[in-house]
């Protein structure tokens, strides 16, 4: 039954056809049953709106049901065809920036995407990352040197990054192929256009034109794409889009998709679209349509909310229990407590992995096999509380390989908030540093892949994600290694996120006791320095093997710097590496200066991470992040002399004693709920 067969319906008509290999679906209007609306997408008057005129945001819409991409029992791509009619909108006295893309993920979530140029889909940490298996067709109105963009109104095919694989100047041919004229649109200036995105045989075309012209026979975009390492057995399809500084509006009109008809296109209709073209440099070019919109507006808003109520009352009754309030905010999956119950086996006492300062971690097996971290937080003391509320809105919503994998949680009556976590096979760092047996200790070489991996994880919480986030607690027992040995940060319970801009507003000091910053234990200010600092402890813990307290022995610090200052560096190495052997010298001293420097008194002489992670790689070349590139003589200054002569005089004129840690930290667990979660 073909769309037009009713064209008097209101709401969305559509042909859906599915079949072990194939799907095809025709949306000639929008309503949100048969969308998943991520961010600020969302549909007015049958129509999708990725973003509005919020700054630095992002709007995100897929179908919800995977498409499969093989046949079954084939590694042969199925082709694909899709096309949409889209309008970029600019506001009123305000400039537009930056796009949207047509794109294949392999998850629902926008965790790990950034607003503005990343249009969305990924950040500077993961971008080029061949584990992205993204594939998009951007819509991009700004030009991005970091990305090598052709101009400020393009057509691009990106491939798990945000540099194209091939791009061109939006527009359009006329005619036949061999007299064909090209007319350039401009992407964000009101009007409808038709996109055709055709993928066959690793052929990829992508053609456009003013919507309610034909399909030009010369696509704008031609490429030879190899999807075959990109695509998994099932993607998620739809649609991306960001605004930054500057914003406009991203709609999406009607929308196809095939993976067996490449003439479905025709199916969308194109006459009769309302128009977005500014007039007068304020209004729309129909004053009719403005009312009808507006009254439209009105009426689909409040129909939303009242279905929104109704839905949510029946969600609420079914599942048999009451929706927090910030869950409509934050993201992780709310789990049935019988479920986490039956996979630790009652939460048998053979199931605990650990114990945190507030609760027993277990270790479970959910249906389906997958193993778990769960981790039960008392709600006898305001810690608790706090420590949940930190987890779920700072780690809830962040999504990297080198952080540890929030899934889910649930509540245990009154006594406890239950959080459950990706399942570390090789457990925790520091039983891999201090006391473990030979046969466990970790080369050197995994001993700097571990220290990558965590500064990769910590870059991508200060510059990688749409607020900044501060850990604050950066330590070995926080550092979870996989199945891989890849090392993964964990326990946000004392992290913090604050817009881009902003400083923090919490003026507590926590953290652990050797770990934290001499100017956070006296200001109670947390900043990207403060993690850097729990960083450099990091490194001298990996390198030395020991903590940085110890009884009857001199701090971790001091014991390196005294070393330094001899001339006998090397013999902070770990006693047990050294007998393993795989080592240079030269290296060993190298990070531990990294790690020296990264404990200065001085937060202003600390380095960034992005140029911690530069220094670990071995490199002194950078690349340019908010104007400024990595100092290209890092290297050397963490080697010159001159700049530790005085260190252990700063040590001491700088570093808070030991009784002035303990009280500050001992304040901190004075505050009330109210002062929790009124913190910035």
């Known amino acids: 039954m073909s769309p037009q067969t009713f064209p008097f319906l ?26 998943h609306l991520l961010g600020d997408a969302l549909i007015q008057s049958s129509i999708l709106t990725l973003t509005n005129d919020t700054t630095y945001s992002i709007g995100r819409s897929l179908y919800p049901h995977p498409i499969p991409t093989r046949p079954p029992n084939s590694s042969h791509l199925l082709p694909f065809s899709t096309s949409f009619i889209f309008s970029i909108s600019p506001y009123p006295h305000r400039v537009p920036a930056h796009g949207f893309a047509f794109i294949f993920v392999p998850t629902t979530g926008i965790q790990g995407a950034g607003s503005a140029q990343f249009l969305g889909l990924l950040n500077f940490t993961n971008n080029d990352d061949p584990d992205n298996h993204l594939f998009a067709v951007e819509f991009d109105v700004f030009k991005n040197q970091e990305f090598n963009d052709p101009s400020g109104n393009h057509v691009g095919v990106n491939v798990n990054s945000l540099s194209s694989k091939a791009a061109h100047e939006a527009g359009f041919w006329v005619g036949d192929d061999d007299s064909s004229e090209f007319r350039t ?31 030009p026979k010369r696509p704008l975009v031609n490429v030879f794409l190899d999807l075959s390492d990109v695509f998994l057995d099932q993607m998620y399809v739809g649609f991306s889009a960001a605004t930054g500084k ?14 067996s008809n490449f003439s479905i296109g025709d199916a969308l209709v194109t006459k009769n679209l309302p128009s977005f073209v500014a007039w007068n440099g304020s209004v729309f070019r129909s004053k009719g349509f403005i009312v009808g919109v507006s009254v439209g507006s009105v009426f689909v808003i409040g129909f939303a909310a009242v279905v929104f109520v109704v839905l949510l009352k029946r969600k609420k ?73 930190a987890e779920v809105s700072s780690l809830g919503r962040l999504k990297h390989r080198n952080l540890v994998g929030l899934r889910g949680w649930c509540k245990r009556e009154k006594r406890s908030l239950i959080l459950v976590y990706d399942y ?20 050197w070489e995994e001993r700097i892949k571990v220290l990558k991996d965590v500064a990769c994880g910590v870059l991508y919480l200060h510059e990688g994600w749409e607020s900044r986030v501060l850990h ?41 006791v050797g770990y934290t910053s001499p100017e956070f234990v006296r200001t109670g200010r947390a900043s990207v ?40 560096l090397i013999s902070a190495l770990d006693e047990r590496l050294k007998a393993k052997g795989g080592y240079s010298e030269e290296e060993v001293e190298r990070v531990l200066h990294l790690g020296l420097l990264c404990v200065y008194p001085d937060p202003s002489s600390r380095p ?69 979660l009124s913190e910035g």
């Open 10 to 35: 209101l709401f969305t008509s559509f042909v859906f056809f599915y079949s072990v290999s194939g799907i095809d679906f025709t949306f000639n209007s929008f309503n949100s049953s048969i969308l």
């Open 185 to 215: 649109v401009m992407l964000n200036n009101g009007e409808n256009y038709q996109v055709w995105i055709d993928y066959f045989d690793s052929n990829l075309n992508v053609t456009m034109a003013r919507a309610g012209l034909r399909k």
């Open 246 to 259: 500057w914003v406009e509006a991203h709609m999406i009109l009607s929308w196809s998709f095939s993976n």
């Open 317 to 389: 009754r079914k599942a048999g229990v009451k929706l927090e309030d910030w869950e409509l905010e934050y993201w992780p999956h709310r789990m049935d407590y019988q479920e986490i119950y039956k996979a630790t086996n009652g939460f048998s006492e053979k199931s605990v992995i650990g114990c945190g300062g507030n609760g027993k971690v277990f270790r479970g097996v959910l249906v389906g096999g997958v193993e778990v971290a769960i981790k039960c937080i008392s709600l006898e003391n305001e810690h608790g509380m706090r420590e949940f509320l």
């Open 424 to 443: 570390m096979e090789n457990g925790s760092l520091d039983k891999r540093l201090f006391g473990c047996e030979d046969s466990m200790v970790l080369s």
């Open 472 to 512: 604050r607690d950066i330590k070995a027992s926080n550092v979870l290694l996989d199945k891989d040995m890849n090392a993964r940060l964990g326990d946000f319970g004392f992290a913090r996120m604050h817009n881009w801009g902003e400083l923090p507003s919490t003026t507590q000091v926590v953290g652990t």
């Open 529 to 568: 320095q403060t993690d850097v600092y729990g960083f450099g402890i990091l490194v001298l813990e990996v390198v030395c093997g020991r903590g940085p307290i110890q009884e009857g022995k001199p701090g971790l610090i001091d014991l390196v710097s005294g070393l330094m200052e001899r001339g006998e």
């Open 608 to 676: 960034t991470m992005r140029q911690i992670l530069k220094a670990l790689e071995g490199t002194n070349e950078g690349t340019e992040s908010e104007g400024e590139a990595m100092e290209a003589s890092l290297l050397d200054r963490m080697k010159t002399t001159t700049m530790w002569s005085n260190y252990r005089q700063d040590i001491g004129r700088g570093y808070p004693t030991y009784e002035e840690i303990k009280k500050a930290h001992s304040f901190s667990m004075c505050l009330s709920v109210s002062d929790i």
